[in-house]
């Protein structure tokens, strides 16, 4: 049974304060090798030194789990998190600034009213030999466009 801080066990002692009716899982006889998992279910964090050991020699692994070597990968890896957080923000940041661009908005206006009238333009005005050169144009608006979506949504 669920058995809360206060005492009362079941689901009404489970409806008072949230605070002094918290679950507190119990540590099971097969887990009971005095590592990181048993402080965790005792409620408290494992102590641990300067240099990251834990209380009873362990490691504290990437996902939890203690573990010999892999704890110094929690550390690479929050050095690699922080590095891929700067990098999205400096990236959110370019994306945003070319969205405000008032340049960057008139060439998209240009290239859209292109896309709309161009090929009329082109079939009405133009001689078969220019057809290539619309091409590549009509190609630059289906990349600007793409950068378009692809900034504004970032």
Request: hydrophobic share 40%.
């Amino acid at each position: 049974p669920l058995v809360g801080r206060s005492g009362r066990a079941g689901a009404a002692g489970m409806l008072g304060d949230r605070a002094a009716d918290a679950v507190v899982p119990q540590p099971s006889a097969a887990s009971s090798n005095g590592g990181p998992r048993e402080h965790w279910a005792a409620g408290k964090s494992p102590k641990r030194s300067a240099s990251g050991h834990l209380q009873d020699g362990a490691r504290l692994g990437l996902f939890g789990g203690s573990g010999g070597a892999s704890g110094s990968s929690l550390s690479l890896a929050g050095r690699t998190e922080g590095w891929a957080k700067r990098r999205c923000d400096g990236l959110r940041a370019r994306s945003r600034a070319l969205c405000d661009s008032w340049r960057f908005c008139v060439l998209t206006t240009v290239l859209t009213i292109y896309a709309l009238f161009g090929d009329d333009f082109r079939l009405a005005m133009t001689h078969q030999a220019i057809d290539n050169l619309f091409n590549v144009i009509t190609m630059l608006c289906i990349i600007v466009f793409t950068v378009e979506i692809v900034a504004a949504s970032l």
